[in-house]
């Protein structure tokens, strides 16, 4: 603590964001304390040293019995304090270091900083009167907003809503110290948060606000728990006096904490930024310089694959062979930019910005002097290597070289160059100006300065990335086709597409398997020429059935491609099947969910054995953030824990007596199981 005049200045000095641990909190409560002892000290201001005010609770220390003084100590002395207390935000001023500033008398900020209360994004709500105070701030409805979204606002709309008095431009503290002395030189009124009544009193006689509230969001909030406690404890702050309601508060939490989806997306939080660390590659080795891409091909993927570099503010080479693709992928690139003007997202001069940042081509040798050059041409081998040949040609000495491919060996594109020590697989996930995963694939020639590389660009262009290793598939679609072939044999056995895609979207996922590929296409690979009807696939697409885009695939589609059960579809399952000779029967909504899950933690287990994933919590990043897995699940790996190794090995061995060696266990499923281990514990 520092005396600036007659007012005290208390600094939250915890690098790197300010956490709010058990020695945070003490220097906090001592300091307070001493100010408010002091007769000198008219007015105190809490700021953040570094460049946040606070990122809020030190997440660590979850689930741990808790230590004096708590976070609700700290609270109450700065609720108790005599004297007017401001916030001084700069930064961000998140969770529990947003609740910290809503006990002040008055918040100011800086103009960059942003404001938010995430803790729905770990399963859980504001435990530290959060859902009592902000409604008190800015009203119900805007807190329910903040909290049930759990995203920041910036200090333009936290002015407008109240949350903060002031903006302050300049030196944040000084700013923040003139701001007390003229409230004291004023006589302002402390008024405290909790004694508020102006925001939420309207609300008492329109209470059905809550009932309208959860009915627009039910859809966004499917399957998670959090969401529903964060509207009761708000509702609560509307309709109980304060100590009640932050007494339910407390309650609401714990109840929260103690489950089973808080568990699971505390644990995806701290999985995405495990995932970014490699092993082997340690800190000393420096990333190479990206100064400018490369992108071959101007399609759906190539135009995606540009896009984020764009935004990164990294100029972009766009290389096509035709005049009329390459002018296609230059007009989506704008239309993208354009529409999200629109929606007030972007600037009108940060598309001019972007747009200018990219040289569409048709010439090859344009890309003779990016430092990273990504190839998203046709999913074909042949194709591939031609482009690699070419490349290793004309790109610079120490360039990075990188396929998008989605399953092909990167070793074996590698091999068509010089340099294979530069080659490395970005596996974007489409659209890929949208999905956040990105599988980087490592060959085994790759250098570890390119791995690195990598791994910082994605974070820079605002992917999740994770590093994966060379086998057909790699991690994600590999453990994609153990599902999918259990879902086409299912629906031979007796259950229809709708059976097994509400079975999956009842487990959390946004889209099951037979949905999603009427969505990409039935026609995606296949050709009428060599079609001999051999799957119910190839017999929907003879019949000219390609999914949404021609009304009908596995479902039939209305003018708005809303999707229904098909007539025509079952038929033509039913009548494959038996000429396949497979007999139908009645299957459990149960088998349908292990027959197609289990094989995929199978799977799963086999990727780590052999070295493909490096933890198994890297396969659940993947999972979460490239194919929808419902995070309050954790991830494939994760789920397999909280059912046991062993009650999953049971099964598959159950199933590998009716359905043959694709039900065969992986050796470190069994390993697990004899050892009473879990997949975390590797």
């Known amino acids: 603590m520092t005396i600036v005049d007659d007012v005290a200045v208390v600094t939250l000095n915890s690098p790197p964001v300010n956490a709010m641990s058990t020695a945070v909190r003490q220097g906090m409560v001592d300091a307070l304390k001493a100010a408010e002892a002091d007769p000198a000290v008219k007015a105190i201001v809490l700021i953040g040293a570094g460049r946040v005010f606070s990122g809020g609770a030190d997440i660590t220390e979850f689930g741990k019995p808790p230590m004096s003084p708590t976070l609700q100590d700290v609270l109450d002395t700065v609720e108790a304090s005599a004297k007017p207390v401001i916030a001084a935000v700069h930064g961000v001023a998140f969770g529990g270091g947003l609740e910290l500033s809503l006990t002040c008398t008055h918040r100011v900020a800086a103009p960059d900083a942003k404001l938010g209360l995430p803790e729905v994004k770990l399963g859980l709500l504001p435990g530290a009167g959060g859902t009592q105070r902000l409604p008190r701030v800015v009203g119900p409805e805007r807190a329910l907003e903040m909290i049930v979204s759990g995203d920041p606002v910036s200090a333009k709309t936290a002015l ?7 903006i302050v431009e300049g030196e944040l503290k000084a700013a923040a110290v003139a701001f007390a002395k003229r409230i004291v030189a004023e006589g302002r009124p402390l008024v405290r948060t909790r004694d508020r009544e102006d925001k939420i009193a309207p609300a008492r006689a329109d209470l059905a606000l809550f009932d309208r509230f959860k009915a627009a969001n039910a859809r966004r909030f499917r399957g998670f728990i959090a969401p529903a406690k964060c509207l009761e404890a708000v509702k609560a702050a509307v309709e109980l006096p304060f100590d009640d309601g932050i007494a339910l508060e407390r309650k609401l939490f714990m109840e929260l904490l103690r489950g089973e989806q808080s568990a699971a997306q505390r644990y995806a939080f701290f999985a995405e930024r495990l995932a970014g660390k490699v092993s082997d590659v340690p800190d000393s080795i420096q990333p190479l310089p990206i100064r400018k891409v490369g992108v071959i091909g101007a399609g759906t993927m190539g135009g995606g694959i540009a896009m984020n570099f764009l935004n990164a ?56 002097d990016c430092d990273l050059v990504i190839e998203a041409v046709f999913e074909l081998m042949s194709v591939k290597k031609e482009v690699f040949s070419r490349l290793d040609q004309i790109a610079r000495p120490g360039a990075i070289l990188a396929s998008n491919t989605s399953y092909l060996d990167i070793d074996e594109i590698a091999a068509m160059t010089s340099r294979p020590e530069s080659v490395i697989g970005l596996h974007f996930f489409s659209p ?31 992917k999740v990335a994770v590093l994966v290793g060379v086998c ?22 007796g259950a229809m597409p709708w059976d097994v895609d509400r079975v999956m979207t009842d487990f959390g996922l946004p889209m099951g398997p037979f949905a999603m590929a009427d969505l990409a ?11 001999t009807s051999s799957n119910v696939r190839e017999i ?48 459990s909504d149960q088998e349908i969910l292990e027959r197609l899950v289990y094989p995929m933690i199978n799977e799963g287990a086999k990727i ?7 933890r198994a919590s890297d396969i659940d990043v993947v999972w979460i953030n490239g194919y929808g897995w419902p995070v309050y699940r954790g991830g494939p790996m994760f789920y397999a824990d909280s059912l046991g190794a062993k009650a999953v090995l049971e099964r598959l061995r159950a199933y590998q007596v009716e359905g043959g060696d694709d039900f065969k266990p992986a050796p470190l499923l069994e390993r697990l199981a004899a050892e009473g281990k879990r997949f975390q514990d590797l």
């Open 540 to 587: 929907l697409c003879e019949k000219g059935r390609y999914g949404q885009k021609t009304g009908g695939g596995f479902y039939d589609y209305d003018a708005d491609r809303r999707a229904t059960p098909s007539p025509v579809a079952e038929q033509a399952i039913r009548a494959f099947a038996a000429k396949s000779g497979v007999p139908q029967r009645d299957i």
């Open 521 to 531: 296409g039935l026609d995606l690979g296949w050709t009428k020429e060599r079609s």
């Open 313 to 368: 503010g990294i100029p972009v080479v766009m290389v096509e062979a035709k005049a009329e693709a390459l002018e296609r992928g230059r007009a989506t690139i704008r239309r993208n930019y354009d529409n999200t003007a629109k929606k007030g997202r972007l600037r009108p001069e940060d598309v001019e910005t972007r747009m200018g940042l990219l040289d569409p081509s048709l010439e090859f040798e344009k890309l003779a």
């Open 472 to 493: 057909h598939g790699f991690v994600g679609n590999r453990m994609l086709s153990a599902r999918q072939r259990e879902a086409s044999k299912l629906i031979l056995e």
């Open 608 to 614: 780590l054995d052999e070295g493909i994933a490096q």
């Open 432 to 462: 890929a100006n949208v999905m956040r995963l990105l599988e980087v694939v490592r060959g085994h020639k790759t250098d570890k300065a390119v791995v690195a590389t990598a791994m910082a660009l994605a974070k820079k262009i605002g």
């Open 160 to 166: 407008q809503t109240g949350l903060v008095d002031e």
